[in-house]
């Protein structure tokens, strides 16, 4: 099925948390800035008929990425559309690509996830949805495992569906969880860059048993007392112990972070995905508004960086 017209259409994917400590590699949070600012990154599907596909980059992070657009994951997640597209029996020509890049690559809030489920999503709709969601969601998994040498589903799904995600590794599944609406969820991001595969590569190839008893059993209680509707009891058990006592070196000033905000009343404070961005939880405007001062003054290591209070995203990408 071919698009019925060529008018240019936008679609935005926001930014994610992964992990959220508790569900390593297995838990996301999509994130939605309280003031009503968009944090994540746009794709545009532009008019026109070139011979092959076409990428524009702008943006405060367009700098950021590879100049070759063959080295981008657009230009690859684009070129493997094609191919899954076809394969169901769509038609399937090369375009215009315009990427607004507006999340900071390395910074823990799944800015290659935004990219791919953009544009992937847009594609999709331009070409009269020849994927189910399914398959939309392993192929976004497939193009974010091709950068982080990992296929997990953390920041790709609630980048897509929205919400807070439930994604057990290795499966093409994930699940909705609930999500306390009273909760703000602070992230900063200092300014720096931490790639992934480096935060990966300090983690150890095997942990005690009980490590892993401990951690599953948190993860459990977590999932439980979401729907037991116990906000606090849930914010109670989000102590990661499997990434955290190895990638808390990575990141200049989070120990410090992490003691000054809980004596401030934050509900929980962790490593936002890989890092270098952190997050932390609160249930009350003034103690919010602590924690982002301080954050300001003493996390923040460059102008480039930032501090955002954000809700919980529930609509995933969408057309704008």
């Known amino acids: 099925m071919m698009p019925s017209s060529d008018k240019t259409l936008t679609v935005y994917a926001p930014a994610s948390c992964g992990n959220l400590s508790v569900g390593f590699d297995a838990i996301g949070l999509a994130l939605a800035p309280v003031d009503g600012s968009l944090l994540g990154d746009c794709v545009s599907v532009l008019p026109g008929r070139p011979d092959d596909w076409n990428l524009r980059i702008e943006g405060p992070f367009a700098h ?18 094609d191919r899954a597209a076809v394969a169901e029996g769509a ?3 090369p375009l215009n690509i315009l990427l607004e890049k507006c999340l900071p690559v390395g910074s823990g809030l799944g800015s290659s996830a935004s990219s791919i489920v953009a544009v992937l999503v847009a594609l999709n709709q331009y070409f009269g949805r020849p994927l189910n969601r399914p398959a939309l969601l392993q192929l976004m998994a497939e193009m974010e495992g091709s950068i982080n040498g990992e296929v997990v589903l953390d920041n790709i799904a609630p980048c897509l569906l929205g919400g807070l995600r439930l994604c057990p590794p290795d499966r093409a599944s994930q699940y909705a969880l609930p999500w306390p609406g009273h909760w703000q969820c602070v992230v900063a991001w200092p300014g720096t860059r931490l790639d992934t595969r480096e935060a990966r590569g300090v983690l150890p190839s095997n942990y005690d048993r009980k490590t892993a008893i401990a951690h599953a059993a948190n993860l459990a209680l977590f999932v439980h007392e979401l729907h037991q509707g116990e906000a606090r009891a849930a914010a109670a058990c989000m102590v990661d112990l499997l990434a955290e006592p190895y ?3 990575l ?9 000054a905000l809980a004596g401030m009343g934050a509900l929980a404070t962790g490593i936002s995905g890989s890092g270098p961005t952190i997050f932390c939880l609160a249930d009350d405007g003034q103690v919010v508004q602590k924690m ?4 300001q003054q003493h996390y923040i290591k460059s102008d480039n960086g ?11 990408a969408r057309e704008v």
């Open 306 to 316: 930032f501090v955002h209070v954000c809700r919980i995203d529930l609509a995933g």
């Open 64 to 81: 950021a990425l590879p100049q070759d657009q063959e080295q981008n994951i657009v230009i690859g997640s684009c070129r493997r559309f």
């Open 292 to 295: 982002v001062d301080w954050l």
């Open 247 to 249: 990638r808390a070196s």
């Open 251 to 259: 990141l200049p000033g989070f120990e410090a972070a992490r003691v």
């Open 91 to 93: 038609t399937v020509r």
